[in-house]
């Protein structure tokens, strides 16, 4: 046996350093296998690729520009629109304006005389209301005297628009409006309470008074003064509102 059989036959020493460790693989190495793939080989400069890129960036800047001025067309042709509807409303105003001028200039003279009319119907409310049917208060007043009894001489006395009427300075004397004093003649003395109870049916009738009772010698009749006060009731309204219903 050689040496080199002896040494092959040699147990292995297990308690040294490094022994009766298992024996190590094969290294692989961390690249990834390329095997099966079409090679491919960049050969263009780095300058070409960055122009590419700038080209790009620069194609989607004048887009965003594009864009922009799409949107700001629109908005502008939207004013424009929305400026000449506004216009056209506004020459409609200024037509509708011009023609009720025209209409209200046609019939200027219908509304001056609307007016003039006004005014006289104003100023007869103001002037008539303090006036008084006579006709049918004397009618009324010849109805309620006695049989017998005539009126020989009446004065009459009644307010005026413009001044106010006279009245009374006795206390609990009602309002005054007008005042008639009658001169009658009468077979008899005239009685106070028949005269008022006659007199109290006049309209807007307020009180009553004989001043003067004289027997006429020549007649043998009785001449009398009777004074008879009428309110604001003995107004006919007739130029009022509520003469007017």
């Known amino acids: 046996m050689t040496a080199t059989d002896i ?6 020493d297990t308690t040294g350093p490094g022994r009766g460790r298992a024996p190590r693989g094969p290294r692989t190495t961390a690249s990834t296998s390329i095997a099966g793939r079409e090679p491919r080989v960049d050969l263009l400069p780095p300058e070409v ?3 590419r890129r700038e080209r790009a960036i620069a194609r989607r800047a004048w887009l965003g520009v594009i864009v922009a001025a799409a949107v700001a067309a629109l908005g502008s042709g939207g004013a424009y629109v929305h400026q000449l509807d506004t216009a056209q409303s506004y020459l409609s105003s200024q037509n509708e304006t011009t023609s009720l ?6 019939y200027s ?18 002037g008539g209301s303090t006036e008084i049917d006579w006709s ?8 309620v005297l006695p049989a017998g009894v005539s009126i020989t001489a009446m004065t009459i006395d009644s307010a ?17 409006a007008a005042t008639m004093q009658l001169t009658i003649q009468s077979p008899s003395i005239p ?20 001043t003067s009772v004289a027997l006429e010698e020549d007649t043998g009749q009785y001449s009398a003064t009777i004074q ?7 107004f006919d309204g007739k130029y009022t509102k509520d003469g007017s219903k």
């Open 7 to 12: 040494r092959a036959a040699a147990p292995e």
């Open 49 to 51: 690729h960055t122009e």
């Open 101 to 106: 001028l025209q209409q209200q200039q046609r």
């Open 109 to 126: 003279e219908v509304r001056s005389a609307e007016n003039d009319t006004a005014l006289l119907e104003a100023a007869q409310s103001v």
């Open 136 to 143: 049918s208060t004397l009618a009324q007043l010849k109805s």
């Open 160 to 176: 005026d628009s413009t001044e106010s009427f006279a009245q009374s300075t006795v206390p609990l004397q009602g309002s005054r």
């Open 191 to 210: 009685s106070v309470p028949d005269w008022t109870a006659r007199l109290s049916q006049l309209r807007g009738y307020v009180d009553s008074t004989i």
């Open 228 to 234: 008879a006060h009428l309110g604001a009731k003995a």
